[in-house]
Structures are given as C-alpha cells and as structure tokens.
C-alpha cells in the first residue's frame, strides 16, 4: 500500500465483560469474501453487536474494545512477535493477496504491505480470490495458511506459504493445495492451534455440491506445520435452525484443559450472521454445539465474521474480528470490512457486554 494513501481511524469501545465470542468468515456459498477499498475516515460506520446477557465462568474486564476504523481487514488474524502485533487479513485491491498491519499498543495501525505477494502457479492470481489467512511460528520462521482458487478444479482450497518474517514475503512452493474437498466442492478458512508440542489445523469444506452441506474439520499437522500428519475429522455440521444450513470460519480456543471451538453461521453478508461456540471433548472433538448464538448483529454493528482468538504483545487475550462498515451489507457485498478487536476473559468461555459506548481515537496516517 503506498505511503499516505489509507487513513486507520481507531474508534475505542467502553466494554464490560458478560458473553464474548467469535464472529465467522463470509462469502459468496458461506466461504470468506474478498474486500473493496477502505472507506473515507468520516463516513460513520456501526460498531459489532456483542453477546446478549453473561456466560459461565465470565469476570470483569474494563480493558476497552477497539475498532480499527478504514482498516478494510476482512478474517482478521492477529499474531504478537517480538513486542509487535501483526494483523493479516483477507485480500483487497490495495493491500494485495494478504494485506498486513502492525501496531504494538492494538489501538493505532500501519499498513505494512503485502504478506503473499506472489501466489504458487497452481492458484488463480488476482480476482480477490485469496482468503482467510492464519500464522503460526514454528523453528525457523514462520507458516501461513491461506484459501485460494485452484485453477485446474475452480474452487477454493487451502495452501501453506513459508517465510523468516512475520511480514513476509512468504513464498509457497507447492505443486497443488495442503486440503482441498473437492467432492464438496472446495476448503476454506484455515485456523491452526496447538496442544502441547502438537499442531493442528481446523477448517471448513463448501459444502456447495449436490448431497454436500458445509462443516468444520481439524487434523493433526506435522511438526513443522507444513503437511497433514492424520486424517481430517469432522466437528461440527449445521444443526440448528439459526445456523441457516452453514457453518464456517471455525477457530479452537486452547487453555486450562478446555476446547472450545467457535464459529459462523447463516448468510456472510446479510444482519443474520451470528456466532456460536461448541464444547469439544479434546483437539479433534468430538463437539457439541451451543443451542444459540452469543455474538450476533444488532443496533451497535452488522455481521461480525472472521473471528480468531490470540495472545497479544503484552499478554492479555483478545478476539480479533471484523464488521461491515454499512447497515445493509448485501447492497454492496464486497465493501470494506474494520477490524474490531474485544478482550478475552482469562478462564472459562469468552463473554463481553451488549451495548458498549463508542469514543472515537486518533487517525494514525500509513
């Protein structure tokens, strides 16, 4: 991104802490959609509607909630290195595959540029195709997971980059894609974590053929994090009536002995996308969905979506997510979409207040 061209305008939160959650990645066919240009600084955009009411196990927190306004950041992943948070999110006409921003106070961002500049020969350059990245350090340097399009199968899949640097450029050097389904018709969304010294790797298929319906999957990674090291599991499949037949952008929360996966469900860019959690009985489940949702649109914010859960520099916890910047977000369904970023409860499932005040922050030019 060229210098002084994109403004990030933080709007700060005033939460409390009562049900947090994660929000999924959307697209067209519930898969994760790529991103427009950022809009103006001073166009007013709602902030995410967050929880209904307090979950076990919630405690106070009056860290505040952040809104990276014009941040255009759709499946927000947030890794801290080395004092620094760095977001990486998916794909926009400005930012190249995998845009990136740094910040080490989580409140004032900068474009860094582009993570992927260069996709493998077997994926489709271009057409706002590259979604949903994730990173995870292994001994050496560092693992990107990203979905994009195989050229040869025209769907999306997941592929695995490597790079030195949290910032890139991560180079994939593969012949084809780490997970592709395609009898469902592709995989999207990849989101590793750790248990122990063992990786894994959790992630949706399409669903989107004839007998197929969308679910989540994990599988053991090797240690290196590039390849799968046993077979994909599913975890979870729509269910319920509000998931409105998808499920997807799942993420497991790791600590004090408990999994808990959460996830989207319903119309990526429609006031219907929700979030909901499942209860897992370890890494590869089985789990055992919530009866409703607990992060959901409403008069604050419209269709959070792209939730992770990370550890940042200063080691607090936090959800990363991102919301539209317009009320109607099928009037124009690939619009910019900012970062927002809410504080994690220390123990037990993830809460947050409804109804936050909103004060805006300073403009920080990149």
């Known amino acids: 991104m060229a210098a ?21 990645r959307g697209a067209a066919n519930g898969s994760s959609g790529p991103s427009a240009a950022a809009p103006t600084a001073a166009a007013p955009a709602p902030v995410a509607t967050v929880g209904s009411g307090a979950g076990p196990g919630s405690v106070p927190d009056d860290r505040p909630a952040i809104v990276v306004r014009g941040s255009n950041l759709a499946d927000p992943f947030v890794l801290a290195v080395g004092g620094v948070n760095y977001a990486y999110g998916t794909n926009t006409v400005a930012g190249g595959n995998i845009p990136v921003l740094r910040s080490t106070d989580l409140r004032t961002w900068q474009p860094v540029g582009d993570a992927l500049p260069v996709l493998p020969r077997w994926a489709v350059p271009g057409q706002l195709l590259t979604w949903a990245p ?100 599913e975890l979870l499949h729509p269910t319920l009536a509000w998931q409105d037949g998808i499920v997807e952008g799942p993420a497991m929360l790791v600590r004090d002995g408990r999994f808990d996966l959460t996830y989207s469900a319903g119309d990526w860019h429609s006031p219907g996308y929700a979030t909901g959690t499942a209860a897992c009985a370890g890494p590869l489940g089985p789990c055992t969905a919530a009866a409703e949702p607990f992060l959901r649109t409403g008069p604050d914010g419209i269709g959070p979506g792209g939730a992770e859960p990370f550890v940042a520099a200063d080691g607090t916890g936090w959800l990363a997510f991102h919301t539209w910047n317009r009320r109607d977000p099928a009037a124009s369904p690939h619009a910019g979409r900012q970062l927002v970023l809410a504080p994690l409860t220390p123990s037990g499932p993830p809460a947050v207040t409804p109804d936050p005040t909103v004060r805006i922050g300073r403009t920080l030019p990149s």
């Open 4 to 24: 002084g061209t994109a403004v990030l305008v933080v709007v700060v939160l005033a939460f409390g802490f009562a049900a947090l959650g994660r929000a999924g």
């Open 134 to 233: 994730a990173v995870t350090p292994v001994t050496g340097g560092f693992v990107l997971y990203y979905t994009a399009r195989d050229a040869a199968a025209g769907i999306q899949c997941i592929s695995v980059a490597t790079s030195t640097s949290p910032t890139g450029p991560f180079v994939d050097t593969s012949s084809g894609p780490l997970i592709c389904q395609t009898p469902s018709g592709g995989s999207i969304d990849p989101s590793p974590y750790t248990v122990g010294t063992d990786r894994y790797l959790t992630w949706k298929s399409e669903g989107i053929r004839a007998g197929q319906v969308p679910a989540v999957w994990a599988a053991r990674l090797t240690a290196d994090g590039r390849h799968r090291a046993g077979p994909a599991v």
